[in-house]
């Protein structure tokens, strides 16, 4: 971010604490950081990280574009009651939304592989840009995963609760710019506050308001599904393809992995029972 939108950034961070007559310390309890890092926002001096910003838009109910890029403070009354009535949550990405990419020689985007070591970092560091170039990536000269098309992220997939995927496997999934847009049973990377980075199949339960929860649902049975909330929701990516060190055995099928389970369910409760 250049001067300027840390700048504006600064003017209107001070505006909106002024006019909701709260003192630094107050607005970095609320936000959960330190008063030092208020100052250093106001003055210009540092810039607010993007899970920062986003909970100062929240607050303040401001869009992340107009708290970006325009001086509030120099708006009538009227104006800024209506810049406030555009506020709402952003899961249609047209607010400003932070998806750092990695670019090779010819201006393409790469791939970038979050590895299960990487997973927890990832939750912090899914919109900072310098921590997405540390990130492995590479190139697929496949025409379905063409990233001219849109941006492709690989997760390692952690657990046995979507098998027969197993666990190590890579999943190449798709940025998801609309979250409305999440088609029920498909399967999906979801990034959020509450569970991390999970590979789940999903339910959209999102109102048209913008509201609501994703149903998350594993495809081994002995997991139980779960909601989370939208606004916990960071990320959605639509899984395209994955990548496996193991050959599938042949004895091993969906049904057979069902059965198995269920049958150390049923062992589990006996031992429970002596």
């Given at each position: 971010?250049?001067?300027?939108?840390?700048?504006?950034?600064?003017?209107?961070?001070?505006?909106?604490?002024?006019?909701?007559?709260?003192?630094?310390?107050?607005?970095?309890?609320?936000?959960?950081?330190?008063?030092?890092?208020?100052?250093?926002?106001?003055?210009?001096?540092?810039?607010?990280?993007?899970?920062t910003m986003m909970a100062i838009c929240k607050l303040f109910k401001v869009p992340?574009?107009?708290?970006?890029?325009?001086?509030?403070?120099?708006?009538?009354?009227?104006?800024?009651?209506?810049?406030?009535?555009?506020?709402?949550?952003?899961?249609?990405?047209?607010?400003?939304?932070?998806?750092?990419?990695?670019?090779?020689?010819?201006?393409?985007?790469?791939?970038?592989?979050?590895?299960?070591?990487?997973?927890?970092?990832?939750?912090?560091?899914?919109?900072?840009?310098?921590?997405?170039?540390?990130?492995?990536?590479?190139?697929?000269?496949?025409?379905?995963?063409?990233?001219?098309?849109?941006?492709?992220?690989?997760?390692?997939?952690?657990?046995?609760?979507?098998?027969?995927?197993?666990?190590?496997?890579?999943?190449?999934?798709?940025?998801?710019?609309?979250?409305?847009?999440?088609?029920?049973?498909?399967?999906?990377?979801?990034?959020?506050?509450?569970?991390?980075?999970?590979?789940?199949?999903?339910?959209?339960?999102?109102?048209?308001?913008?509201?609501?929860?994703?149903?998350?649902?594993?495809?081994?049975?002995?997991?139980?599904?779960?909601?989370?909330?939208?606004?916990?929701?960071?990320?959605?990516?639509?899984?395209?393809?994955?990548?496996?060190?193991?050959?599938?055995?042949?004895?091993?099928?969906?049904?057979?992995?069902?059965?198995?389970?269920?049958?150390?369910?049923?062992?589990?409760?006996?031992?429970?029972?002596?």
């Amino acid at each position: 971010m250049g001067e300027k939108e840390k700048s504006i950034i600064g003017s209107n961070l001070k505006f909106l604490r002024k006019i909701h007559n709260l003192t630094q310390e107050e607005l970095a309890q609320k936000l959960d950081i330190g008063r030092h890092s208020v100052g250093s926002y106001e003055e210009g001096r540092a810039e607010p990280k993007i899970d920062t910003m986003m909970a100062i838009c929240k607050l303040f109910k401001v869009p992340v574009a107009a708290f970006v890029e325009r001086q509030l403070s120099e708006f009538s009354k009227e104006e800024f009651e209506m810049i406030q009535g555009e506020y709402k949550l952003d899961i249609e990405g047209k607010n400003l939304r932070v998806l750092p990419v990695v670019i090779n020689e010819d201006g393409n985007e790469r791939i970038t592989v979050v590895a299960q070591k990487a997973a927890a970092g990832y939750l912090n560091g899914y919109g900072d840009p310098e921590y997405i170039e540390t990130l492995p990536s590479f190139n697929l000269p496949l025409s379905e995963l063409d990233t001219r098309n849109g941006t492709f992220r690989t997760f390692q997939v952690s657990g046995d609760s979507m098998l027969p995927i197993k666990e190590g496997s890579y999943i190449i999934a798709q940025y998801v710019d609309d979250l409305r847009s999440i088609r029920d049973d498909g399967v999906y990377i979801v990034v959020s506050n509450t569970e991390g980075v999970v590979l789940k199949r999903v339910k959209n339960r999102i109102s048209r308001e913008g509201t609501g929860t994703l149903l998350l649902k594993s495809d081994n049975p002995a997991y139980s599904s779960y909601e989370v909330k939208i606004e916990d929701v960071k990320e959605a990516w639509k899984a395209r393809a994955f990548i496996s060190m193991d050959f599938p055995d042949p004895d091993m099928s969906l049904e057979r992995i069902s059965t198995i389970v269920m049958e150390l369910q049923h062992e589990v409760i006996k031992l429970k029972n002596k």
